[in-house]
Structure formats: structure tokens, C-alpha cells
């Protein structure tokens, strides 16, 4: 069971009792403006999700809860090796928690996970993610048109690479 810590998060494994708390992100379409899916409707629908990832193989995946003084604030980690992503409750934004989070699971995913890579597909309309990823280093390596659908729309993609230290 891997646990990361910065100086103000805890990135652990999630736990069925973060249900409540992961709720609040993953049922806030703010929060969920640039997600692959609907806002969660029901606290069941996040239960599950939880349930999904806990099922998951562990060698597919490293996804962590992002804990702030005791209360789960979001979700970052790696899924489909090697491509990071992360949610976090808008009352958390432009405050370094997402950075802090996603420089953790950047250097678990290097140092100890073993990658040679790590990637990002991203809304072209969510500024905030390409100007942080961009800041930490990582690079656009294409885009794409029309590869999330969501409810009969269609979203674009720009994808990013950051390549292991020692590449």
C-alpha cells in the first residue's frame, strides 16, 4: 500500500469511506468541466467508482485520494500506464495543490514505478492543466480532434509527454 506525502497532501489509496468527500468533486460540474464523464449524480455513482479502482489491477494503475488536514479534496495518479490525471474540488484551485500532487505521482512514477514516460491528454479549453503541465516540464506531442464524447459532444485532445529524468 503506497502512501505519498508533500508538505501539505497525503496521496494514499482510496478507502470506501472517502465515498462522501469524493462526492464533492466527481458531483461538481465545475470540477468535472473537463473530466471524460458526466458529474456523478449520486453519492452510489462515486461509491462505485471507488469500488472500480480498488477491483483495478495494481499494474495498471496508480491512483491515489488527494487528502488536505484530514478531508479528501480529490484524485490524482496514473491509469492506463503511463498517463497521469487528477481532479481536485474548485474551493482547492490555483492554490499549488495540484502541482504538489502531480509532482508526487511524477516521482513515483519515475523512481519507483520505473517509467521511461509519462503522459497527459487534455482539453484544449482547460488552460490551467496545460499551463501546469507545461510548467512541470512536460511537452505537446500532438492533438486530436472529436475523442471524448460526452452526452452527443464531442471533445478535442492535446496530448503531452514528460520523459524520465535520466531519457
Known amino acids: 500500500m503506497t502512501i ?3 508538505p501539505r497532501l497525503v496521496l494514499r489509496p482510496f478507502d470506501p469511506s472517502d465515498a462522501e468527500d469524493l462526492f ?4 461538481n460540474p465545475t470540477a468535472m468541466r473537463y473530466w471524460s464523464t458526466l458529474p456523478h449524480a449520486s453519492v452510489a455513482d462515486t461509491a462505485r467508482m471507488i469500488d472500480r ?3 483495478g489491477d495494481p499494474g495498471s494503475h ?3 485520494a488527494i487528502e488536505h488536514e484530514g478531508k479528501v479534496i480529490g484524485k490524482v495518479g496514473l491509469w492506463q500506464m503511463p498517463e497521469i490525471g487528477y481532479i481536485l474540488h474548485p474551493d482547492y484551485w490555483r492554490r499549488g495543490f495540484a502541482t504538489e500532487a502531480v509532482q508526487a505521482v511524477i516521482a513515483h512514477g519515475f523512481e519507483t514505478l520505473g517509467l521511461d514516460r509519462i503522459t497527459a491528454d487534455v482539453d484544449p479549453d482547460n488552460a490551467a492543466s496545460l499551463a501546469m503541465l507545461t510548467k512541470l ?3 505537446i506531442t500532438g ?3 472529436n475523442t471524448i464524447e460526452i452526452c452527443g459532444k464531442w471533445f478535442d485532445s492535446i496530448y503531452l509527454e514528460l520523459l524520465a529524468p535520466d531519457r
Open 137 to 139: 516540464g512536460f511537452v
Open 24 to 27: 464533492a468533486v466527481f458531483g
Open 4 to 6: 505519498l506525502t508533500t
Open 143 to 145: 492533438q486530436a480532434k
Open 62 to 64: 496508480a491512483e491515489f
Open 53 to 55: 479502482t480498488l477491483a
